[in-house]
């Protein structure tokens, strides 16, 4: 392995989470310790900051400020959602970060994202093989989704799941509040993989655990939901449903798909609305009060509400790309291996960047239940864990202190 | 003044606050303590409970589930919204609560809520005085909405507020994080009082102040609307928008009228979908990429994101409303009288129910921008002193540990 001098790049990509930029604080800090990076460089909005040769000089920033980035939802440096062509077919982004990374003598580069991200990581590492030129090329992993492959689990997700089960949690004690029927739907984030969703089945832990989870690993029928709240709602007066904005019929038509046709830069189907369509079906079915919430971006940027433990996972995570990356490791992303035996452990390994880039992890049918409306046992006992300890954000005048970057655009080479 | 010795009944109504709760503590924890009270009941869902005669002996509880009562949203006691008659026109419901009041010898009724709450506490004192039986009636104020008169502020009001602020703090992190354009506009609770609304613009102390907010003491003007997203979208490629419930047009029609034909029990339209609505205007208009979000349900029951002050400040009404009434004070309603001069301070004081009852306390004009999109200073300068303080709430395995209340229905006389 070749222990390199020169620069690095960290650019983050793919939605916000409650903790990306603990990752990236665990990659600057690091790097602006280690002494074979000569330059720390941020990338404004992810690869697009490279292409358009927008980079901040992160040596120029107040340290606590860094230290305020474990505390600070979305994304500090900006992301994107710029698809990398094949190179094969098209070179000419190739082609353009090389010549970047050759201007300012980049040798380490850290990519802090989701499925996606890692693809265009692993896209970049693989044409910097190609093409012979010497760059540590690292995979640092963030997604509420937690639908990376090779990885017990992705900061960010537990951050997010902590926010819906307690959410989940408060909404629960408002809708048992008057002796009048109520049913409350809930919808929440994760297109393909429904590891948030079963998250609000953690309300259980409170006392609160909804009647009803649907995660999109299962075909949704819309008879046996409208049956499933009726019974309840008969029995009880009440009905709680949570829902993957991403459940689908069996032919895996979107549920929401008639709500709404627009698409994001990767092709996905843009959902939403599917709460209050649920709502409105629910209410014809049944005659019920119905209440359809959507957490919409709430789930991916309450950093009050973040986990402890996911904040100190996600700063390992890139401190972690970097240490590897300085040893002279390239072409990896940094994953978590777990044991839940006799406590919970938590410990960084290194991934292959091919076998995490675009395949997306999805619950264990058997952790579902037999009807595909709950969660079992193993699912709570997966996800407790991540959840745990209290964030104790910084706070001025009791509002959120969240880090103030200066951003100063390097010109030097 | 008289010294009553009897039962004390208390009893919550309206929609549930974070802090609802804390307040039937301080009645509850305050009322065991008092030598001349011989029993604490709760009523099941405020009035009704007494009319059912469902009334719950408090001293069977925990005293350690009563001290958590203080972090549990919603109503423990449950809630109501039902509305008594004009007793001139049918005294049915008066006589059955008179008749409740000599089964159980209650001396002391404490009710807690919002404007509806407190016309129905004034209704049963003035009730209760005109047929001569002896027993000392007070309201304990309850509201997010922040409406009620004769009170410098509502509890329930500062925790939803805080709870605003810092998710539009977040939510703006999240929107900026893009170099694409976004808007997006956050709906928030508050039918005709603008207090809820105008505190997203709290969000300013943590730098991540909203473009735009429209409360409903203005008429609302969809054009200027549209030509205020537009500019502001023109010149920063991003714009935020917090946006009352409430808001209407000249003529006094919602905005989210069309929406919904739905009312409560008290005839107030049911609001809601308003976010998704002007989104889509947005989107018409500008062609960008617009999203709604709806605080919902979440808003006023998020006890984890809480107001310390606002919990010790509910604890103190209930408590203060017990002290008043077994010192001979009846027909009154717990208010708060604050200064924010040098340093801010707040003392409970008592207002006549009469005062109190059916008046919707709005937000100063001069408090909101000449152009009706924004708040000033002074609205600022009120609300930020009420926000203060984490919350610390209870929590096992990180999740909430709310009250579990045993609820023990009396069947003694």
């Not at 490279?50 to 040596?59: A, G, H, R």
């Not at 693809?119 to 963030?142: H, L, R, W």
């Not at 969660?375 to 300890?389: A, M, R, S, T």
Request: with cysteine; net charge negative.
């Amino acid at each position: 392995m070749e222990n390199l001098t020169g620069a690095c790049i960290i650019g983050q990509s793919g939605g916000p989470t409650a903790v990306i930029n603990a990752s990236a604080a665990g990659v600057i800090q690091t790097a602006l310790k280690a002494d074979c990076i000569t330059r720390v460089l941020g990338a404004a909005h992810g690869i697009k900051g490279v292409l358009e040769d927008k980079l901040y000089d992160m040596s120029q920033e107040d340290p606590a400020e860094l230290e305020l980035l474990k505390h600070t939802p979305s994304s500090a440096l900006g992301s994107c959602r710029y698809k990398l062509a094949d190179p094969d077919v098209d070179d000419t982004d190739y082609k353009r970060i090389l010549e970047i990374f050759q201007k300012y003598n980049v040798r380490y580069f850290f990519y802090n994202g989701g499925n996606d991200s890692m693809d265009t990581c692993n896209k970049i590492s693989k044409y910097m093989q190609k093409v012979g030129y010497a760059c540590n090329i690292m995979g640092v992993p963030k997604t509420i989704d937690n639908d990376l492959n090779g990885t017990d689990h992705c900061p960010g997700f537990a951050s997010a799941a902590k926010y819906i089960a307690t959410s989940v949690a408060e909404v629960w004690q408002d809708a048992h509040v008057y002796d009048t029927g109520m049913v409350t739907i809930i919808e929440i984030m994760g297109r393909h993989a429904g590891w948030l969703a079963g998250s609000a089945a953690l309300a259980a832990v409170s006392g609160c655990a909804p009647d009803l989870v649907y995660l999109p690993e299962t075909d949704f029928d819309m008879n046996e939901f409208l049956e499933s709240v009726k019974a309840i709602y008969n029995k009880t007066g009440k009905c709680l449903a949570a829902v993957s904005e991403g459940i689908h019929y069996a032919d895996g038509t979107f549920v929401s798909e008639a709500k709404t046709s627009a698409t994001d830069g990767f092709g996905h189907a843009q959902l939403g609305g599917l709460a209050a369509m649920l709502a409105d079906q629910v209410k014809q079915a049944t005659g019920a009060k119905v209440r359809g919430i959507e957490l919409s971006l709430l789930q991916r940027c309450a950093a009050h509400c973040a986990s402890a433990t996911d904040i100190e996972e996600a700063w390992k995570a890139g401190a972690a790309a970097v240490e590897a990356a300085v040893s002279g490791v390239t072409d990896k992303m940094v994953a978590f291996k777990c044991s839940r035996e006799g406590g919970y452990t938590c410990e960084t390994v290194l991934e292959p960047l091919d076998i995490v880039a675009n395949f997306e992890k999805k619950v264990p049918r058997e952790w579902i239940n037999a009807a595909g409306n709950g969660v079992e046992q193993p699912f709570i006992d997966y996800v407790l864990p991540l959840i745990q300890g209290a964030a104790n954000a910084p706070t001025e005048q009791s509002m959120p202190r969240f880090a103030h970057l200066k951003k100063v655009l390097t010109t030097e080479m």
